[in-house]
């Protein structure tokens, strides 16, 4: 007897926006449900789908919901063109599609008995997001967690009521911005800058890291001179992703493809690819 067909890996599963929140000018996160005929997946922190927008396009999105509530997936997306503001202007009941997961995770396992550092500029504390949800459902099992976040602007960081949450949570938040306006009682400056004030144990550190690439080779640098060592310190890469499959080949980066070797890889691995401009 012939096997059934199988349906093709570019073949999106139909979801539906069941809720939208503005976080900035410019970013949205929303949550969506299977339609019908959908069907809902498990995830790991750290990984991505590929959201299509019907009529416009399909982009790679970070999944930034929480992993122990597979049933619906929770993506913010910034608006950067055509099919990023058709995702982020949809109504509530709007369709989208949805292929995925995909990628490798964040390690938040690997810090068990230590302690765990999330580092994120702009948008990147997306990514780190579910990690973070990963890191308080065993904190138990964990050491110190801490937060250094970096925004331009304060109008321009993300979750705000939800930084203060996991601060009566337990986690030791750091916020800075770039340029502070009135009001603003908190550090100014990159968020590289908080590293060095953070006081986590070096030799029991995990730091996980994820925003603009510049971010990232000086944030994962800094965490080596504080003693991190580079095996340690993970990055987030999703640059030039088209197809998720590694197949186009668009993402390749020196031997690894992105897509499929990533997006989560090990410093150690990464930093000599990091000085290989972006197309």
């Known amino acids: 007897m012939a096997e059934p067909a199988r349906a093709s890996p570019f073949l999106p599963e139909p979801?539906?926006?069941?809720?939208?929140?503005?976080?900035?000018?410019?970013?949205?996160?929303?949550?969506?449900?299977p339609a019908t005929g959908g069907k809902a997946f498990s995830f790991a922190p750290g990984q991505f789908t590929m959201v299509y927008a019907f009529g416009a396009g399909e982009v790679p999105i970070s999944l930034s919901g929480d992993p122990a509530r597979p049933e619906r997936l929770v993506h913010t997306v910034r608006i950067a063109g055509a099919t990023t503001r058709a995702i982020c202007t949809l109504d509530?009941?709007?369709?989208?599609g949805i292929r995925g997961p995909y990628g490798t995770a964040w390690p938040v396992d690997r810090a068990a008995g230590g302690d765990l550092v999330l580092a994120a500029g702009g948008i990147g504390l997306a990514p780190l997001r579910p990690a973070l949800y990963a890191a308080l459902a065993r904190r138990e099992g964990l050491g110190r967690v801490v937060?250094?976040?970096?925004?331009?602007?304060?109008?321009?960081l993300l979750y705000g009521q939800e930084l203060e949450r996991w601060r009566e949570a337990g986690v030791d938040v750091h916020v800075t911005v770039d340029r502070a306006g009135r009001g603003w009682r908190g550090p100014v400056g990159v968020v590289t800058?908080?590293?060095e004030r953070a006081g986590f144990d070096p030799e029991r550190t995990t730091a996980l890291v994820c925003g603009p690439e510049v971010m990232m080779r000086f944030a994962a640098a800094g965490f080596v001179r504080a003693g991190v060592g580079a095996e340690r310190v993970f990055l987030s890469m999703e640059r030039n992703m088209k197809c998720a499959l590694g197949q186009c080949g668009r993402c390749q980066l020196g031997p690894v493809f992105v897509c499929g070797d990533g997006p989560v890889f090990?410093?150690?691995?990464?930093?000599p690819l990091l000085a290989v401009p972006e197309l």
């Open 15 to 33: 979801y539906r926006v069941v809720r939208r929140h503005r976080e900035t000018a410019d970013t949205w996160t929303l949550e969506l449900e």
């Open 92 to 96: 509530r009941g709007g369709a989208l």
């Open 147 to 156: 937060l250094l976040y970096g925004g331009r602007s304060p109008d321009q």
């Open 193 to 195: 800058t908080l590293i």
């Open 266 to 271: 090990r410093y150690s691995e990464i930093e």
